[in-house]
């Protein structure tokens, strides 16, 4: 039997929510024993029901290091194997409360400089791992002087079966969304580099030519606010659609008609994953992460971002080409069962489990399924 302890920090989102949740729920029970702590009040909101509780250290603001004496008699007390830390403070933490094993998941490539140097620290010890979620934060660590040998990447698993339950259960008609209506939703979370002002503006555009278009803002933070604020200061019909956390994003995703990703750097692919297994058709800026799934005219579409000028007009002529979005919404579904099927990603994070308390690599006996199309 290995016990878990999954421990969350501030930075936790919908990627870490859905992601811990699948180890939780599926993991064989005769083999795996687990258990949730955090380090960030209000944490519970934002993981929701996760299928356990959620033991919540309380710290001061930005001394989140207090927690690792608490932390450490959790582990203790639970007789916990190895600590799956689901952010950089979070690791940190758990490197400060002892011996124990420990891994971190990160999903977010644009990792600052700083961040990078603290997981360096980290590998220091023995029986650590970091699970990267692409090949970009894989690359950005190896260049941050990380050890190869502490890292692995493992795509995003994607359960098929709760995007089919999440279609027979739309949400459409509760935010007056038509059955004519063409939805396209960004990425959450919200925010400057992420693009979604830029996507909101091509939807705004193609509704003026086309009608019928809607776009999700989805989840709350200060640049979905101010999109909202903006929006409503305009003229003609009201496009977006801001539904705050009524919805968990993976179930807005799969109701949407496109995803829109335009960011200005790297963000993490979590939802291209979503909406490739969903047959949602992707269309993204050409910044690394994207580009390690999306192929442009083959499963997705891609444009370039110009320095200083919008993509909104790009964007547009892309959102108005249906024949083009189905054809890769079509080649993007059938990738999607191979690169992102939950049973490869819950025998490969058992296996990363093995490789840290055997103090191998952690990379050891894991295929890259996405080098393969």
Known sequence: MIRVCHFFDASAGWEQRVAASQLVSQLPDDGFDSRLAAVAPGISD????????????????????????????????????IVHAW?????????????????????????P??????????????????????????HRLLEGGVPQETCVVIRPGVDFAAINRHKDNGYRKDLSIGDDDFVVIVPEPVTRTGGQFDAFWA??????????????IPGESPEQRRIVRFARTLP????????????????????????VVAATSDISTTAISWAMASNVPVIASTVHSVAELISHGENGLLFERNPGETPAA??????????????????????????????????QHMQVY??????????????DFALAE
Request: glycine share 6%; charged share 25%; hydrophobic share 50%.
């Open 203 to 216: 939807a705004k555009l193609t509704n003026i030519v086309d009608g019928n278009m809607k776009i999700i």
């Open 354 to 367: 093995d490789n840290v308390l055997a103090g191998t690599a952690a990379g050891q006996g894991i295929i």
């Open 87 to 111: 952010g950089i403070e979070a690791a940190f933490v758990a490197r400060a409360a002892g011996q124990t094993p420990f891994i971190v998941e990160l999903f977010d490539p644009s990792l």
């Open 236 to 259: 003609e019909a009201e496009v977006l659609v801001a539904p705050g956390c009524r919805y968990p994003f993976e179930r807005l995703l799969t109701g949407a008609d496109a995803l």
């Open 46 to 81: 934002t993981l929701g029901k996760i299928g356990k509780r959620i033991h919540v250290f309380a710290t001061l603001p930005r001394l989140a290091l207090m927690a690792a004496p608490i932390l450490a008699r959790h582990v203790r007390k639970n007789r916990v194997n």
């Open 314 to 347: 790009a964007i547009a002529q892309l959102l108005r080409d249906r024949s083009r979005l189905a054809q890769a919404e079509e080649v993007a579904s059938r990738q999607a069962y191979r690169v992102f099927g939950l049973r490869r990603y819950l025998e």
């Open 113 to 138: 400089a700083h961040q990078i140097k603290l997981l360096r620290t980290l590998a220091r010890k023995k029986s650590f791992a970091v699970i990267c979620s692409c090949r970009t934060v894989y």
